[in-house]
């Protein structure tokens, strides 16, 4: 056991996040090759327009279940609804949010992007911490939007109900209809559909999205994330996760090192010095910051409260060693 300890301590986070992220991203696009056609349902970030995916985006079946009538909600067809959140909520009660850092394709693709950009030495740039305050409030309401606008499509607002053409809003403007198909060798959804007005102002506004996403990741790391409603509605259920980001503020000698590992750049990690859960709504939990963290138990990745992968002297040194030697 002890053995096994210290072999997780000088872990390199990184090189096991890379393959777990091959890993999910060719399940999650090419599933559907092996024959692991799971169900339409099962709620993983797996976008429904990729022909050979496995599973489906949760966010797909939660607009497509808020265009129903309020009354039928509330009846036995109401248990449909029920019984899909639960599913969707496993995950996150086991994984939390290192679903957005180890197994989201977008995400995945994100870090692509960001490996290109280095390696042909472009600079990224940050985010001012007021900028950064502000961006993070967009997939809240973003959030809020994919479930009334099709709310409002099977209930009477203002005297009339909305298109069905706006049924899943949210995927008409998500990057993940647009780029991941392109893994599969399918570029159709690449295009603006003028065959009506409300599809025409959707997949431009798609199209627009797309191209910001591109530029976005190339210039910041995990830019759209600061702008997704699943990382959102994550963190509303964080809470309930059995595997949990905590610190012991008392260790901590506030190094920075925390901050300038993280991709999205959030301060809070190293200015929060009281002793539990600093997950933040921005967090993927990449645990690039424990890595990075010199002092002992300062910060601890955590599962049902047993240490899974903690902070140590030891293992910084070690990674920092295989780093200047560039292994």
């Excluded at 300890?5 to 991203?25: G, H, S, V």
């Excluded at 959030?143 to 203002?158: D, E, K, R, S, V």
């Excluded at 999205?209 to 995990?222: H, L």
């Excluded at 997950?279 to 049902?304: G, H, I, R, S």
Aim: glycine share 8%; net charge positive.
């Amino acid at each position: 056991m002890r053995k096994l300890r210290e072999m997780l301590d000088k872990a390199d986070i990184n090189q096991f996040r890379f393959w777990t992220q091959i890993f999910f991203f060719a399940l999650f696009i090419y599933g559907g090759w092996w024959a692991l056609n799971w169900s339409e349902r099962l709620p993983v970030f797996a976008c429904a327009f990729v022909q050979d995916r496995c599973g489906s985006c949760y966010l797909l079946g939660l607009q497509h279940q808020m265009t129903a009538p309020v009354s039928r909600m509330f009846s036995l067809a109401g248990l449909g609804i029920l019984t899909g959140f639960l599913t969707f909520l496993i995950w996150f009660v086991l994984l939390n949010k290192a679903w957005c850092g180890y197994a989201c394709p977008l995400g995945t693709l994100q870090d692509w992007i960001t490996k290109i950009r280095s390696g042909i030495g472009v600079r990224r740039s940050q985010y001012s911490e007021t900028g950064f305050k502000r961006l993070k409030r967009i997939k809240y309401a973003l959030l809020i939007l994919l479930i009334l606008i099709p709310l409002a499509i099977g209930n009477t607002i203002f005297g009339s109900g909305l298109s069905h053409e706006f049924e899943i809003p949210f995927c008409m403007i998500c990057p993940g209809r647009t780029v991941l198909p392109i893994f599969n060798a399918d570029f159709s959804q690449l295009m603006i559909d003028f065959s009506t007005s409300t599809k025409m102002i959707l997949t431009a506004l798609g199209m627009a999205v797309t191209g910001g996403f591109f530029v976005g990741a190339f210039v910041k790391k995990r830019f759209f994330c600061l702008f997704c409603p699943m990382s959102a509605l994550q963190y509303l259920l964080s809470r309930l996760s059995v595997l949990r980001l905590v610190k012991d503020g008392g260790k901590c000698t506030r190094c920075n090192n925390c901050v300038q590992v993280c991709d999205v750049g959030i301060r809070q990690i190293a200015e929060n010095m009281e002793k539990g859960d600093i997950l933040q709504d921005d967090c993927m939990l990449c645990l690039k910051c424990v890595a990075a963290c010199p002092e002992n138990d300062c910060l601890q990745l955590k599962f049902l409260n047993i240490p899974v992968f903690r902070s140590t002297d030891t293992g910084f040194f070690c990674r920092m060693e295989k780093k200047e030697r560039g292994i």
